[in-house]
Nanobody, 129 residues
Framework: QLQLVESGGGLVQPGGSLRLSCAAS????????IGWFRQAPGKEREGVSY????????NYKDSVKGRFTISRDNAKNTVYLQMNSLKPEDTAVYYC??????????????????????WGQGTQVTVSS
């Protein structure tokens, strides 16, 4: 059974860092592009970052560029989101999602939740002093 499990969330002060992990089981991660999304209370789910199946292409939401870095270790079947210089507005539940590379989603669609087929349960990130 294909499963994605996020971890690494928590409470951090403004300016701090966290590294989120998205571990895949039941499938070979090499064949899937991965997106990170977040959803704050009362808001819609939004795309944060994207990485292609081989890692050659990435994309970021404008507000996290220069602060967040997405990477993947296909040997470990895991994708990471390194988050630095965190701000209170980054507070949300963070989700990772997967789509098979055969789908070849366009760059403009990499931040759209509708482009992805498989989702994790999410991990809470709270940025507060």
């Amino acid at each position: 059974q294909l499963q994605l499990v996020e971890s690494g969330g928590g409470l951090v002060q403004p300016g701090g860092s966290l590294r989120l992990s998205c571990a895949a089981s039941g499938f070979i991660l090499d064949y899937y592009a991965i997106g990170w999304f977040r959803q704050a209370p009362g808001k819609e789910r939004e795309g944060v970052s994207y990485i292609s199946s081989r890692g050659g292409s990435t994309n970021y939401k404008d507000s996290v560029k220069g602060r967040f870095t997405i990477s993947r270790d296909n040997a470990k079947n895991t994708v990471y989101l390194q988050m630095n210089s965190l701000k209170p507005e980054d507070t949300a539940v963070y989700y990772c999602a997967a789509v098979h590379r055969v789908r070849k989603i366009a760059e403009k669609d990499t931040m759209s939740p509708q482009s992805y087929d498989y989702w994790g349960q999410g991990t809470q990130v709270t940025v507060s002093s």
